[in-house]
């Protein structure tokens, strides 16, 4: 085994405010029976970790005081708990960040993301802005083939596109990716790769990211100099899109999905708003007969399988999509750049 610090440093949410994050010191944690001991390789800047930031209502009900957040994240394993045979020192993960207990109604109908007794790595407990950390075992995923070691990462908010693309048809459908963020360029490229006829990327007035999302492939860009419902509508013959994505946290493009969706089509939400109460035109969504969906993070595990398979067949454009890579004592910056929308991905690596 590695040498194994006793002490760690790491970013933690430590006060109760806008920013509020400090460098703490932490005891390296033991990997109990069923765990494994990671050592951080890299973890990406997710928009949770925004709103973490913003201190919003989400936040501040969600995520104690003195938590090292981050949940996107790989790293190498260094230690072992007690029974895990499913591991070796050495391997190469990334995690899944919903903690299950396996033993509930939910979890045994296959929704161990959603488990009634669940929590979420890096939220409700410590995470991985910090250079150790601790994990089951069954959420350490091995990394696939053909993907770069340092972009393993990127499979937390990769596997939350692909989750919110399968609520409804992706292969020969017209899919329409509202918010261009990361999870929405993921979305694009992923899209693309498993068989939508056309696809429509909608953000306000982030221009880097709608040129990201046209080098993705994405047939028809759309922003605030158009009307989105006109010209979504347009574009498909007056029906409406079969399948709407929604990733921005804007109640004015939830209101833009759900009436731009064909009759009987999906309209699935990934995103966290930053207040409870968002309107939706609900006329719309009876009459229009929609499959309306909250989508919560990954399938355990069948997205995983579906995302392993595009990555190992090189079908998600990631280099493209992770535009930044710094170190995580540059943890501030990192948080501001992605917080100004001027960039894709932005990745903190800690070797």
């Known amino acids: 085994m590695k040498h194994?610090?006793?002490?760690?440093?790491?970013?933690?949410?430590?006060?109760?405010?806008?920013?509020?994050?400090?460098?703490e010191q932490h005891p390296v944690p033991v990997p109990a029976a069923g765990e494994v001991l990671?050592?951080?390789?890299?973890?990406?800047?997710?928009?949770?970790?925004?709103?973490?930031?913003?201190?919003d209502e989400w936040s501040r009900e969600?995520?104690?005081?003195?938590?090292?957040t981050g949940h996107e994240t790989c790293g190498e394993v260094v230690a072992l708990g007690g029974g895990v045979n499913t591991h070796a020192i050495g391997d190469i993960v990334a995690i899944e960040c919903h903690l299950a207990c396996w033993d509930c109604p939910r979890c045994d109908e296959g929704n161990a993301h959603i488990c009634e007794k669940g929590s979420i790595f890096?939220?409700?407990?410590?995470?991985?802005?910090?250079?150790?950390?601790?994990?089951?075992?069954?959420?350490?995923?091995?990394v696939p083939q053909g993907l770069e070691p340092g972009h393993a990462s990127i499979q937390d908010p990769l596997g939350n596109a692909i989750h919110t693309l399968t609520g409804g048809p992706?292969?020969?459908?017209?899919v329409a990716v509202h918010g261009l963020g990361p999870i929405g360029l993921f979305a694009v490229s992923a899209a693309k790769a498993m068989g939508a006829t056309t696809v429509i990327g909608v953000d306000w007035d982030n221009e880097y990211r709608m040129q990201l999302a046209r080098e993705l492939g994405a047939d028809l860009v759309l922003g605030k100099d158009n009307d989105v419902v006109k010209e979504i509508l347009e574009a498909t013959e007056g029906r409406g899109v079969d399948n709407s994505c929604e990733f921005s946290g804007?109640?004015?493009?939830?209101?833009?999905a759900v009436r731009t969706t064909r009759m009987g089509g999906y309209v699935n939400i990934l995103s966290v708003y930053g207040q409870e109460m968002t309107e939706i035109p609900m006329n719309e969504v009876v009459f229009r007969y929609l499959h309306l969906k909250g989508i919560n993070g990954r399938k355990m595990w069948s997205t995983w399988d579906k995302m392993h398979e595009l990555l190992e067949h090189g079908n998600i454009d990631v280099e493209k999509i992770v535009t930044h890579r710094m170190p995580i004592s540059n943890f501030e910056d990192g948080i501001n750049l992605a917080m100004s929308g001027n960039c894709g991905k932005v990745v903190l690596d800690f070797d």
């Not at 973890?43 to 201190?55: A, E, R, V």
């Not at 109640?251 to 833009?256: E, K, R, S, V």
């Open 170 to 174: 992706v292969k020969g459908a017209t």
């Open 38 to 55: 990671i050592k951080t390789k890299s973890t990406s800047i997710c928009g949770t970790d925004l709103h973490i930031w913003k201190w």
């Open 62 to 68: 969600n995520v104690p005081l003195g938590t090292v």
């Open 4 to 23: 194994v610090p006793k002490a760690m440093a790491a970013w933690t949410k430590s006060r109760d405010e806008v920013g509020g994050f400090s460098i």
């Open 250 to 256: 804007s109640p004015a493009a939830l209101d833009n």
């Open 122 to 142: 890096g939220v409700h407990g410590n995470g991985a802005f910090a250079p150790y950390f601790t994990i089951p075992a069954i959420n350490a995923r091995h």
